[in-house]
């Protein structure tokens, strides 16, 4: 052996140990293949990888309910779903407060549209009692109004919340409804609003204060007005009687408009208390249904199976996850059709390839490119010009059928229907995707030496048996190859189905694709795709395990 | 060579062209027939068409014009897998999907044969090769030697009456090739099987050979023992791919006794043996081995004629000396002499006389 002793590192010329000098020396050359895929690794980073984990995340992202109602949502923690009864008064006033401000920003009909998913109904309920919600204690207020007309005045409400000149300033409730209003409404709520809430006013009425900040934040943010030359919200007011039946104590109080909160007061007494649950009610009955609360909180937290679930045909409900009705179930079919008519279609293509790619791998080279120009010329057509050309043909008015009732095979009124169905789009796709089991299959096969059929033939085989026995195996991963292409592309195909599938010839993609474009269910169309994606991993993984990806060549 | 006699003959070609592109003729009027038990060489440069003349053989070319017979049945129209002929390609190609004894029972489970005794068989042939441990190998397993073993055991387990080797060893290194060379000749001999081997390397064809048939241009040129090849060759062009050989150009003055005097261009006189001439004033090219020429000259007859030659280099090699000389104004005329005690070294500029037995120079037709 040479100078190295058998216990310490082989060391290089210089000392360091050999494994150390040959990473320097390789760091470079690594540095250097990295700056050279760095262009590609972002742009695939940024626009491919990145906005597909976005969707994956929208799969089970669910915050809109706890965005909208953090307080009803707050209040309805402790309600028992189980008592078969619509929870308590101060669930109600929570909704009130949340459903004003959801109102106001034009949020409410968003979480309907998004609760509609989960409970059929829930849209009408939250757009219509968004309508309304104006008029709640519509009554108290002009009791209120009528009793002193300060209280319609702007400038006596920003003076009376403000606490009055040099008043301290209560910042921590300001920046807590700033959090809130952009929490629901997802915009910007920072910078000077010309408004600070008083200490003393927000100890003295807290519910009142809050709402008039929120008023405030919303009339400076959104509307992009004084806060002390507006006139404040309903919900103001309905929040200030209710901090004066709730006792609040004014008597003590001594800050801009303390007379007129001392006769407010006594005027508070005499009228009936608000009852949200019977405004609620009134305005859509779908609020005294325990099913509509429970379909809240079962929603109310950030994270959701719920469009898994549906994703599956199954819903949550108060007995656990059951089936969805019998109309409600397309998913499941349409995985199975999607899988399905995806097989058929590469079992089409590898019975029609096989043949040419082998002509291609054997003819003589002038041949062969010629063919393979009629292999190609497929793509260099538009994808939508072949569809609609199968349209054409297929159609019942089409060339095919008008050939078969030329030659009175059918007859006129039994003209057969080859599109808008599966056979169409198993046609029409076959035909569009043959390119992609071809071209492998053929690079396999023109690997193979002309050599080992003639030896077979030598040793006493037949064409067949010299074909089956020694030629086909050696192809296999060819087709292994092509099968993969084939059907990975066409289980998520959507184009053509959506031309030529009509009803009965649609994938789960064409599904997906409604989900995003038009019912804009992204959570639920995410969850189809990542269905789709694992089910494609899975059966990638079941392939390598029972063929061997070993065994797959392109070339 | 055109006389047919195919009548005892196992294998026989009988005026035999082939064409691909129906313009060029590849093998032009291929006559040939070998007895049974024959090991028969086809050497040739590359794109002689000796794999053509294989093909057809083997039924996997057929042929454009003539007959092909195999013990005296024409096989233009049998099918290559009903002709019964082991063949060992030139990569071998081993199904490299199968084992090693599942490449050899291949042959067996086409024609059929039972189990067990396709077992023996194959178990059989392994040990024929020394390969008995490898059965259960993939054939990327193996060496090249190793794969080359199988392949022959592969075109012989079928017991075949002929067997067709396309340059078996192209692809082994010199001394595995040697070492093959004998074992396949042994194999053969001992099988009492008729071999056509194929090969462009001539050292094969000579030392493993019955009989040589060289090919050039679509044709036999001359098909004779490897000695006779060696020593008498009938063509300029067999005298040159064969073994190593000097020639110069002149003109027959005149033939008597069996010898022909030939002046070199130079204005020199030698004696060579007339094979393609016939007649005074035909151009020649004479042909001398270079271990046939002397610098001793008084090893030859008083008469004899001698050529001026001044040494150009000198190569020690071991057993021979090699000696390039200058001789009637070409400078790459080689002699080789035995490296015995008493033989001197030439010095490099020095002048000497050469000349050589009459029949062992050979004047042949001009080129
Ligand atoms: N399949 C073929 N098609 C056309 N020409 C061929 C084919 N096979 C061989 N040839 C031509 O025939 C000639 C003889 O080839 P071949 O028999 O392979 O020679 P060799 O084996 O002596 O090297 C060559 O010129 C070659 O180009
Ligand atoms: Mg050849």
């Known amino acids: ?555 | 060579m055109s006389e047919s006699q195919s009548g005892d003959a196992f294998v026989a070609f009988e005026r035999v062209q082939k064409s691909y592109d129906g313009e060029n003729l590849v093998v032009k009027d291929l006559n040939l027939s070998m007895p049974k038990g024959e090991f028969l060489t086809m050497l040739g440069p590359s794109g002689s068409g000796k794999t053509t003349c294989l093909m057809m053989l083997a039924g996997f070319e057929t042929a454009t014009h003539g007959k092909i017979l195999l013990d005296g049945v024409s096989i233009n129209n049998i099918p290559p897998h009903k002709r019964g002929i082991g063949m060992v390609f030139q990569n071998y190609a081993l199904f490299p999907h199968m084992t090693v004894a599942e490449n050899l029972s291949f042959p067996l489970e086409v024609r059929k044969i039972g189990k067990s005794q396709r077992e023996e068989k194959v178990r059989r042939a392994l040990d024929m090769v020394q390969m008995g441990e490898f059965g259960g190998r993939r054939p990327a397993q193996l060496s090249g030697g190793q794969q080359q073993r199988i392949a022959l055991a592969r075109a012989l387990v079928f017991e075949p009456e002929l067997v067709l080797m396309d340059e078996p060893l192209g692809a082994l290194d010199k001394q595995l090739r040697e070492h093959m060379q004998f074992e396949i000749t042994k194999l053969a001999h001992d099988l009492g099987i008729t071999t056509v081997y194929v090969t462009h390397d001539q050292t094969e064809a000579l030392t493993m050979s019955d009989r040589v048939a060289v090919f050039n241009d679509g044709r036999i040129q001359q098909l004779a023992p490897p000695d006779e090849l060696y020593e008498s060759p009938q063509n300029s062009f067999v005298a040159q791919f064969i073994g190593e050989n000097n020639t110069l150009e002149g003109t027959v003055k005149e033939i008597r006794n069996g010898v022909a005097l030939v002046e070199l261009d130079d204005g020199e006189v030698i004696d060579a043996k007339p094979v393609n001439v016939s007649q005074p004033g035909e151009r020649t090219t004479i042909s001398i081995r270079p271990e046939r020429v002397e610098v001793d000259l008084s090893r030859l007859s008083e008469n004899a004629h001698t050529l001026n030659a001044e040494v150009a280099e000198f190569i020690y090699m071991g057993d021979v000396f090699r000696t390039r000389l200058k001789v009637a104004g070409r400078d790459d005329f080689i002699v080789k002499t035995r490296n015995s005690a008493d033989q001197q070294r030439l010095k490099p500029g020095t002048q000497i006389k050469i000349g050589w037995q009459p029949e062992d120079c050979r004047a042949l037709e001009a080129v």
């Open chain 1, 1 to 555: 052996m040479s100078d190295t002793t058998d216990t310490g590192p082989v060391l290089a010329a210089d000392g360091t140990p050999l494994k150390r000098s040959l990473n320097r020396a390789l760091r470079a050359q690594k540095m250097r293949a990295l700056m050279l895929i760095a262009p590609l690794l972002i742009f695939v980073l940024v626009t491919f990888i990145a906005p597909i984990l976005d969707m994956l995340f929208r799969s089970v992202e669910n915050q809109i309910v706890s965005n909208t109602l953090p307080y009803t949502v707050e209040q309805l923690a402790d309600w028992d779903p189980e008592t078969g009864e619509a929870p308590g008064d101060a669930v109600f006033a929570a909704l009130y407060k949340d459903m004003f401000i959801a109102a106001e920003t034009k949020r409410h009909t968003r979480l309907g549209t998004r609760l509609n998913y989960e409970q059929v109904g829930l849209s009408s309920m939250f757009r219509g009692s968004g309508r309304q919600i104006d008029d709640f204690g519509k009554d108290q207020i002009k009791a209120l109004e009528k009793l002193d007309n300060s209280w319609k005045d702007a400038a006596f409400w920003y003076a009376l919340m403000t606490g009055g000149e040099g008043a301290e300033g209560h910042t921590a409730l300001l920046n807590a409804q700033r959090v809130r209003m952009a929490t629901v409404t997802g915009d910007d709520y920072d910078g000077d609003i010309g408004f600070v809430p008083g200490r003393a006013i927000a100890a003295l009425l807290p519910e009142t204060a809050q709402a008039y900040t929120a008023f405030a934040l919303f009339t400076a943010v959104e509307d992009e007005d004084v806060v002390a030359e507006e006139k404040p919200w309903e919900a103001v007011k309905v929040a200030l009687i209710r901090d004066l039946q709730a006792g609040a104590d004014v008597a003590g109080y001594d800050g801009p408009g303390a007379a007129e909160l001392r006769a407010a007061q006594e005027l508070a007494a005499e009228l009936p208390a608000l009852d949200f649950r019977q405004a609620f009610t009134a305005s859509d009955k779908g609020w005294s249904d325990p099913e509509t609360w429970r379909t809240i909180q079962i929603y109310s937290p950030d994270l959701t199976s719920g469009y898994f679930l549906n994703a599956v045909d199954l819903k949550q409900s108060a007995d656990g996850i059951e089936p969805r009705p019998e109309n409600e179930r397309i998913y499941i079919k349409l995985f199975k059709r999607t899988l399905f008519m995806s097989l058929v279609i590469c079992g089409a293509c590898i019975v029609l390839a096989y043949p040419v790619s082998y002509l291609l791998a054997t003819l003589p080279m002038r041949t062969a490119n010629l063919l393979m120009i009629l292999v190609l010329l497929p793509f260099w057509t538009s994808l939508l010009v072949r569809t609609s050309a199968w349209k054409v043909m297929l159609q019942q008015q089409g060339v095919i059928n008008d050939v078969l009732v030329w030659l009175g095979l059918v007859n006129d009124a039994g003209r057969l229907v080859m599109i808008n169905n599966q056979f169409g789009t198993i046609v029409a796709m076959t035909h569009i995707l043959l390119p992609f089991m071809i071209l492998p299959m053929y690079s396999v096969m023109s690997t193979i030496p002309p050599a080992y059929v003639r030896a077979a033939k030598s040793l006493g085989a037949t064409n067949w048996t010299a074909f089956w026995r020694v030629y086909f195996p050696q192809s296999v991963p060819g087709i292994g190859a092509g099968s993969i292409l084939v059907f990975i592309l066409s289980i998520g195909y959507y184009i053509t189905p959506e031309l030529v599938g009509g009803t009965t010839g649609t994938f789960i993609s064409n599904r997906i694709a409604y989900h995003i474009s038009s019912s804009l269910n992204w959570g639920l169309a995410a969850a189809l795709g990542t269905i789709l994606l694992a089910a494609v991993l899975i059966l990638y993984w079941a392939y390598d395990k029972i063929v061997g990806i070993d065994n797959v060549k392109l070339g």
